[in-house]
């Protein structure tokens, strides 16, 4: 039974942060088995935007194309979004139209699916960022109009209760 990873990410234009995060994610995950893995942005403005430089990336729906024609019948599809918003669920929507054609699909959720998942990505967090007592810390989110936009907050109280008073989060969007 041929198997596939589908990576989805909002995306980005920016190429040191394709090139040092989506693209090595998508590579970790080629190389850590024999699954095929395709990529796929929800952004049509990234999209657009990076096509006019001559970076070619799929929409979900090309992406769920091009794996239908390569036989493909139990897809993992991994998103890269931080909370359940609007991008993340026109991915759920766009998927839902495509679930017949395979035998077994499963979907991951964004990193900030529950609020619980808030305290749980403290260590992860804590572990790579290094936070320390002496400095102020500002960690920036997308954010969205969506009422997933919760999360921000909801980060920002786990970050308070763990102790680290000098860690925020700020989005672009409330």
């Given at each position: 039974m041929k198997r596939a990873i589908l990576l989805v990410s909002f995306g980005?234009?920016?190429?040191?942060?394709?090139?040092?995060?989506?693209?090595?994610?998508?590579?970790?995950?080629?190389?850590s088995g024999k699954i095929p893995v395709y990529q796929a942005y929800t952004s049509g403005m990234i999209i657009r935007k990076l096509s006019s430089r001559g970076v070619f990336i799929d929409t979900v729906d090309e992406?769920?194309?091009?794996?239908?024609?390569?036989?493909?019948?139990?897809l993992y599809v991994l998103p890269?979004?931080?909370?359940?918003?609007?991008?993340?669920?026109?991915?759920?929507?766009?998927?839902s139209g495509y679930k017949k054609y395979f035998e077994e699909m499963k979907v991951?959720?964004?990193?900030?699916n529950e609020k619980e998942d808030c305290a749980r990505l403290l260590p992860c967090l804590q572990s790579v960022l290094k936070f320390e007592p002496?400095?102020?810390?500002?960690?920036?989110?997308?954010?969205?109009r969506d009422r997933s936009n919760i999360r921000y907050l909801q980060m920002n109280r786990a970050f308070e209760e763990a102790g680290l008073t000098n860690?925020?989060?700020a989005s672009v969007a409330r």
């Open positions: 980005t234009s920016y190429r040191d942060a394709r090139e040092g995060s989506l693209e090595n994610i998508r590579k970790d995950l080629e190389q992406a769920l194309t091009r794996i239908l024609e390569n036989h493909v019948r139990r890269t979004h931080m909370i359940p918003g609007i991008e993340y669920r026109k991915m759920l929507e766009i998927l991951a959720g964004p990193v900030l002496q400095c102020e810390y500002i960690l920036m989110g997308h954010g969205t860690v925020h989060i």
